[in-house]
């Protein structure tokens, strides 16, 4: 584990390093005291307090995986982080497809994954996750749709102190999906999805449609029931109306 008290971003600075041909072994993880400039996805940015939130990246090598499988790592770590939580936290936490991470309505987490491939062969991965930990004041346009662990445990937590167990987490469910719990990890993600089997709005091209969330192809495109005729959507094809 790598610590650093002040980075624009965790993610940058693993590629930067990977780039460099810098030899960091498969686990290491960075971590930012302060990340000031973190980013989520579809270029979103993600704002923490400094001190107050996990902020890490951390390096794969699944090589074990065709590219074509991309989302079956999202799928494991998105349900590792969401397990996670729920040790800690002893409420339900959910995954809003992609992979953001909701306890209720709000939003306590968030996971950016980078591939990095080469030609036809995966050659890394760099996972980005922040997680709301002991920040309770959030900026104006998200402060009702934000949550903290210290929100729901009414207490501190030391933030360093909790990677250890999260990365454990994230190991096994890791090490499940490298031994080709394939099926496995996908039907674990599903059962975990933020809405679903439940009746919502949702965006498809500036239009607002009402449909009830199936589930998520192998691909990772997400399902939507419209009164029983079944459509599948890119991240960039529909948004969840909240």
């Not at 065709?66 to 969401?82: E, H, N, R």
């Not at 009702?144 to 729901?152: M, N, R």
């Not at 239009?207 to 960039?236: A, C, P, W, Y």
Request: glycine share 8%; charged share 20%; aromatic share 8%.
């Amino acid at each position: 584990m790598i610590t650093l008290q002040r980075i624009p971003s965790t993610n940058d600075y693993l590629k930067e390093a990977l780039s460099k041909s810098t030899p960091l072994p498969e686990g290491t993880v960075i971590m930012a005291v302060d990340q000031h400039d973190g980013r989520g996805q579809k270029g979103t940015v993600w704002q923490s307090e400094p001190g107050k939130n996990l902020t890490i990246s951390l390096l794969l090598t699944p090589t074990f995986l065709d590219p074509k499988q991309q989302f079956a790592l999202t799928a494991a770590i998105s349900f590792a982080v969401a397990r996670w939580l729920e040790s800690l936290t002893h409420v339900s936490v959910k995954i809003k497809w992609p992979n953001d991470i909701y306890i209720g309505d709000r939003k306590i987490g968030g996971i950016l994954i980078e591939n990095i491939l080469k030609g036809k062969s995966w050659k890394s991965a760099v996972i980005g996750i922040g997680i709301n930990i002991n920040q309770t004041i959030f900026p104006a346009g998200i402060q009702h749709q934000a949550t903290s662990v210290k929100q729901i445990l009414h207490k501190d937590c030391q933030v360093s102190e909790l990677l250890p167990d999260l990365c454990k987490h994230i190991e096994q469910e890791y090490i499940a999906l490298k031994s080709g719990r394939f099926d496995t990890t996908l039907a674990d993600y599903k059962q975990k999805l933020y809405r679903l089997n439940e009746l919502h709005p949702y965006l498809v091209e500036g239009i607002n449609v009402s449909g009830v969330l199936r589930g998520v192809t192998e691909t990772g495109r997400l399902q939507i029931d419209f009164n029983g005729h079944l459509v599948d959507f890119d991240i960039k094809e529909i948004a969840f109306v909240i």
